[in-house]
């Protein structure tokens, strides 16, 4: 009994040392996150076009751990509205899930047909989240762009921009208005780098070819939204960027420098050219400084102006940390990473997880929430994904500690440092095809048995925790409160 005692009055004091006892703000939103190819399937069907992801997967079955890819995925092309009675059982505020450009336009481009399938698909599906008081974000795209950009070199030409934003422009004229967020385009930086990998010739140039484009692209369809869809829709529009927080691995210069470089390659690659007008300078200076100087593209001074101020908040995937070490690489043989210029290593407190990239470092979500807020003004930022990979589990206990600590870090970040965050999404919605390890590493918080023909979901016991934050809006005495549906 006393122990027991003791044992209770220790754990009472360790969660309220670390886990904030503050309420979310009544205006901060929740949603849960996927994207069409990680959960669809149906990737043939009904007039879909085939996408870049279908291609890969199916050509390079190597790339993926289980040699697995999308077909079926978790079927929602035919199980829609379980997953939306998932989102109405979490409470949710707003669902974040992407249009597939094939199954909308099979060729990519207006002249090659809208495919009235897959537009009653999207349609039906607003209709219902409308119906349970669901708001939508939609992404264009995230990841699965037309097949036909991979024989066009993809964004390294300016050829298919303009394909982008009649895309962007059938969109908003079709669902537009039941769209509260729109984001342009998932993670360019990590698009850029890692998904387009394959199809470059070369790499340490292709690689900012294919940002720079997007750029152009987004800044289009952002100005295209003002001019033709905000005062008749009133969403809100931005691009879905990803970064890892750097902490430098010593006090020495070297080392901060080195640290603020990854950001800069990382984030600011894309978000200093949508605020600023242009690269960061440390980025311009990396690459003009290395044996291959000339690969950065320049922005006109037109260009400069029409892409500055080209987000309505800034949304932000965030998952992990790392310490980061000077590297002054000086190959001749240039790529992205060495451009950088860091070593990369874990801090041995932080908790490892099934993939080498994600570490549970919650205080790494405060430290970018503030160099976010430093670096780009007081913004609001809105947490478009953040989540924790297991094995297969339905006691998914790490994942909760995961989701609790970050959100904590969250609160932190408003109520100590007064940032200015406006809402939070965690991937995913339920286990789906994650990106080169397919079924292996489940991010949901369902589970997805993709043994069976049937794709049952299954609520892990995150989805208790999840629901109970949502409706508390507070983040102490949850961790095993009302399990399940
Ligand atoms: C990044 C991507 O947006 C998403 O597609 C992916 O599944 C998750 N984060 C987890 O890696």
Known sequence: MRVAVVFSIFLTIRVANTISDKFFPPDFVFGVSTSAYQIEGAWNLSGKGESMLDYLSHTYPNSITDRSNGD???????????????LKHLGVNFYRFSLSWSRILPTGSIEGGVNLAGVKYYSDMLDKLKAAKIDAMVTLVHFDVPIGFIKEKMFRTEKLNQMFVDYARLAFNLFGDRVKYWLTINEPAGFSKDEMRTFYTDRGRDVYLTAHNIIKCHAAIYHLYNKEFREQQGGKLSIALNTDWYEPASDSKEDIEAAERALMFEFGWI?????????????????????????????TYEEKETIKDTVDFIALNHYSSFLTTNDPNKDVDRTFDKDIGILKTLDPSWETTILDW????????????????KTYGNKPILITENGYVEGGTLKDDRRINYLQTYLSSVLDAIYIDNINVIGYSTWSLMDNWELYSGYSAKFGLYYVNFTSPNRERIAKDSVGFYKNVLESRHLVNNRNAGNHV
Do not use: T
Request: hydrophobic fraction near 40%; aromatic fraction near 8%; proline fraction near 10%.
């Open 72 to 86: 079926i995925a978790c079927d929602s092309y035919h199980k829609i509205d379980e997953d939306i009675e998932m």
């Open 271 to 299: 978000a200093h050219p949508l605020i600023y007008g242009d690269y960061p300078e440390i980025m311009k200076k990396a690459i003009a400084s290395s044996p291959s100087p000339l690969r950065l593209p320049v922005f």
């Open 358 to 373: 994600l570490h549970v470092a919650p205080s790494g979500m405060r430290k970018v929430l503030n160099w976010i807020n």
